[in-house]
């Protein structure tokens, strides 16, 4: 590739370097100009509508937007004079004018809101044109967001974020002139989206208070909150977080653009399900449901374990931190049997953990992707956000075989949800990878069946054709968080609790559920699974939120969440990523790690 | 002058303190809602301070007055700069905001529009101050704070024009 060449260009007297093809505000603000700007925003392509960020050229008589115009070699640059201020200050008067901005009653205020600051950076007091005072629809049909037209500024970021980000492109503009408005879909709600993933990437992009957070609202600024770098652990693909905090409590949570994995990109799990949702947290031990101290709490289950280790047993599932796992692998030796529950046909994908180093980024540059068995709009939700860009951005190749219908679907050129072994579906296939030269397989624990198996040699022998034998890229996805690593630490993989728990006769047992959003309720949707429970004398649960599980425990011991917890994870790139506690615990909580090595180190 | 407003707006005038002393030096509060002086025998004044918004036929009177009868007529807040809250009425016709007041809400007990020919008739639409007079300086916020407005009015008093700029000024 050959290096783009270097430019240099004056910008209010100061020379500045560049490259060609950057815009004059890029270069700009490579060295430390500032230059205003709204619907400018950094990873997306440039708008040029909101006029904040225009500049002279010199010898150009018309004013030109820095952000969408290329900078030319040798030229000089104006971006401050009277001429500039006074029409940067009458485009932010027709802005204010236009809509019903009203600040007081917006939960982005003092802070938060780029019109305002822009508004009070270029003193303006009064507006001098007539308010227009439109009547303009709010949709709060969202489950985490809404959009409150009359905050908007048609800066069209958020479109770009759903289109170019996420994906999706639920979001566009309708009608013309002062009519134009933001839509969703073809002019329907939040609520009745069906192309929306609620991955709220539109509202973090939104420089006013036009989409807004609902769980977020009133909470506090985030310009003024302190802001904390996480690890999310709802799936294996670890995003960095980015948590705005606020005397102890969380604001909002966004994504943390530095982070390699994720870079400022979440899905609905991060963003929102793991905060934004009400549920039950358990602060206390509990003995046969009713509050406890750790002593008694301890006692009563030391008192229980006194039975054959035959009949002890272990149960954790498959989203503990790194050091938990060790403390696991540790203790299960006091244990007839120890294992973490998986997800159907995920033992096997655990079974020989295998990680994929930066495979996020090379996703994205793949010319051909191949889901196999496995469900990323449900389960990986800023994977598909990848897949989606590759597809649609960037023109590549996507079949998806054997995995449940979803979104995905409507972006591939081959969808074979249930897959045949006909010549006619393989020369489709054969068809639509010719001159694939980046080739990713994405293989989720439906690639593990033996009709998965086959459908990967196929493929692996289809690309290496293709390529005169270079292997593709192949990215495990597991559905739990830290399986792999856990399996690494040597814990093994049950997928089926039932026959698990009837395999030997039990007294003891003890489920760490850890902070499981469901608090272990899952457990109980297997066949078989509550009857067994009920033959153990004592049943132990370690989890965070209230659910059916806990609710048959013998004790019930309380677990910090995600949150408050210090730690790392190992993600399906084999990154290991760190927990950073961002809120004190609640109530007695403690650490999985620390809890079971006080009951059985 | 109070208009469409929650008094707030004076709240934060009497958030200068003490230094409400020195003012009082210097200038004389000849009309306000704690001086009980009616309209109609409103004085003539050098500077004229608006609190709210225009929402009736009263309130449009008494600030045309006020502007004939001071120099430097100044919108205080964001009801008198933007309409603000007061103006959210002017998405909708005034009757069914008349109606939703008066006759559905959920406390209302025997539905009746005011209808005394004592009682201002509302204007179909709330309007910010300079859409009826000519306004000489705003200051917005939902309070201005108490130092913005120290700071206009010590700049008045030295002869000047107040700027207003990011640091004292606010909209919220």
């Given at each position: 590739m050959i290096a783009p060449k270097k430019i240099s260009i004056t910008i209010n007297g100061q020379v500045c370097e560049g490259e060609q093809g950057q815009t004059i505000l890029e270069i700009a603000r490579a060295n430390n100009i500032y230059i205003p700007t709204l619907c400018y925003m950094k990873g997306l392509t440039p708008w040029g509508g909101c006029r904040l960020c225009i500049v002279e050229v010199e010898g150009n008589p018309k004013v030109v937007p820095s952000c969408a115009t290329p900078a030319v070699d040798g030229t000089k640059i104006t971006t401050h004079n009277d001429r500039l201020v006074a029409l940067r200050k009458a485009t932010l008067e027709l802005l204010f004018s236009e809509r019903n901005h009203i600040c007081p009653i917006c939960p982005y205020n003092k802070g938060d809101c780029g019109l305002q600051h822009q508004g009070l950076a270029h003193g303006i007091t009064g507006i001098r044109y007539p308010y227009l005072y439109p009547a303009l629809p709010v949709d709060v049909t969202g489950r985490y967001f809404g959009i409150d037209h009359n905050r908007c500024i048609l800066c069209t970021r958020c479109i770009r974020t759903c289109d170019e980000i996420e994906g999706v492109h639920t979001l566009d503009v309708s009608s013309r002139g002062i009519?134009?408005?933001?839509?969703?879909?073809?002019?329907?709600?939040?609520?009745?989206?069906?192309?929306?993933?609620?991955?709220?990437?539109?509202?973090?992009?939104?420089?006013?208070?036009?989409?807004?957070?609902?769980?977020?609202?009133?909470?506090?600024?985030?310009?003024?909150?302190?802001q904390i770098l996480t690890t999310c652990t709802e799936c294996p693909v670890g995003c960095g977080l980015k948590v705005h905090t606020k005397e102890n409590r969380i604001v909002n949570v966004w994504g943390d653009p530095d982070s390699p994995v994720n870079t400022g990109h979440l899905c609905v799990k991060g963003r929102y399900q793991t905060w934004a949702e009400p549920r039950d947290r358990i602060t206390t031990p509990l003995i046969k449901g009713q509050p406890a101290t750790w002593d008694e709490a301890l006692a009563a289950i030391k008192k229980a374990a006194k039975v054959k280790k035959a009949e002890k047993a272990l149960l954790v599932a498959p989203r503990v931190t790194n050091e938990t796992a060790a403390a696991i692998a540790g203790v299960a030796g006091k244990f007839g049997q120890t294992a973490m529950f998986v997800g159907a046909n995920e033992a096997a994908l655990c079974a020989e953990p295998s990680f994929t180093g930066d495979a996020l980024r090379k996703l994205q540059d793949a010319d051909a992707i191949i889901v196999l068995g496995a469900q990323p709009t449900r389960d990986n939700g800023v994977v598909a956000s990848r897949i989606r860009v590759a597809v649609r951005k960037r023109g590549a190749k996507l079949l998806i075989f054997h995995a449940r219908k979803s979104e995905l679907d409507r972006h591939a050129d081959v969808a074979a949800n249930v897959v045949s072994l006909e010549s006619k579906l393989w020369n489709k296939v054969k068809a639509a990878l010719a001159g694939a030269q980046r080739p990713a397989i994405v293989y989720g624990p439906n690639a593990m069946t033996p009709i998965g198996v086959t459908v990967m040699e196929r493929l692996i022998a289809i690309f290496e054709a293709n390529t005169g034998g270079s292997e593709p890229l192949l990215i495990g996805l597991p559905v739990s968080a830290n399986a792999l690593a856990m399996s690494r630490a040597g814990i093994p993989a049950v997928e089926e609790v039932g026959p698990w728990l009837d395999a030997k006769p039990l007294k003891f047992l003890h489920i760490v559920v850890g902070d499981a959003l469901d608090g272990g309720a899952g457990l109980l949707e297997e066949k078989y699974v509550p009857a067994l429970l009920e033959r153990i004398d004592c049943l132990v649960v370690q989890a965070s939120y209230k659910s059916a599980l806990t609710d048959k425990a013998s004790v019930v011991l309380p677990a910090t969440i995600w949150c408050e917890k210090t730690g790392t994870v190992t993600n399906l790139e084999g990154r290991e990523l760190p927990l950073r506690p961002v809120v004190t615990v609640a109530g007695e909580a403690r650490d999985d790690k620390a809890i079971l090595e006080s009951v059985y180190a | 002058m109070w208009l469409s407003g929650c008094s707030g707006c004076h709240m934060s005038l009497l958030d200068i303190d003490e230094r409400i002393l020195e003012l009082v030096k210097h200038v004389d509060i000849l009309f306000s809602p704690i001086v009980d002086i009616k309209v109609k025998d409103m004085p003539y004044v050098d500077v004229g301070i608006v609190e709210g918004c225009v929402n009736n036929t009263d309130q449009e009177h008494e600030l045309k007055m006020l502007r004939e009868r001071c120099k430097v007529l100044i919108a205080l807040g964001d009801c008198a700069v933007t309409g603000n809250v007061p103006s959210l009425r002017n998405q909708f016709a005034l009757k069914d905001c008349l109606s939703r007041a008066y006759e559905q809400t959920e406390s209302t007990k025997i539905a009746c529009i005011p209808n005394d020919p004592v009682v201002p008739k509302l204007l179909p639409k709330a309007h910010p101050l300079q859409e009826i007079v000519k306004v000489d300086l705003h200051i917005p916020g939902c309070p201005p704070d108490a130092d913005c407005i120290w700071f206009a009015l010590t700049e008045l008093l030295a002869g000047r024009i107040p700027q207003l700029n990011e640091k004292n000024m606010r909209y919220d």
């Open positions: 009519k134009n408005q933001i839509v969703v879909d073809m002019n329907t709600t939040f609520g009745a989206s069906d192309t929306c993933t609620q991955c709220g990437a539109c509202v973090v992009s939104c420089p006013t208070g036009a989409l807004f957070d609902k769980a977020a609202a009133f909470r506090g600024q985030w310009t003024s909150s302190v | -």
